[in-house]
């Protein structure tokens, strides 16, 4: 989007973009085309805007994830000492009572 010289005056176009192809559309010069100029400037600060508040978001979201993963492990390395101290051994995954003291 943007402004575009043509010869001694300046025209307001915008583009979109249909696969590979970039089209201009003619919006106009002079009052109309500032106003729309403008319209399009708050857009892509609200997408702007937008697009930070999200990314903010996932990463606190990956941080607590992080947190989350790092107190799994180490209740589970608790869980591990504790039945262990209690006289439980881990057989294919599973915990199990010692039949006899060795």
């Known amino acids: 989007m943007g402004w575009e010289q043509r010869g ?6 915008t583009k979109t973009r249909t696969g590979r192809r970039v089209r201009s ?6 009052e109309r085309a500032c106003q729309r ?9 609200a997408r702007a805007a937008e697009r930070e508040a999200f ?9 607590l994830n992080r947190e989350l993963a790092a107190t799994g492990d180490m209740l589970s390395a608790l ?12 057989h294919r ?8 003291e060795t």
């Open 8 to 13: 001694s005056r300046t025209y307001y176009y």
């Open 25 to 30: 559309t003619y919006v106009g010069c002079g």
């Open 37 to 45: 100029a403008e319209e399009d400037r708050q857009r892509r600060l």
């Open 55 to 63: 990314n903010s978001a996932r990463d606190t979201e990956v941080m």
């Open 79 to 90: 869980t591990a000492v504790a039945l262990c101290a209690a006289g439980f051994h881990q």
């Open 93 to 100: 995954g599973q915990w199990r009572h010692r039949r006899h």
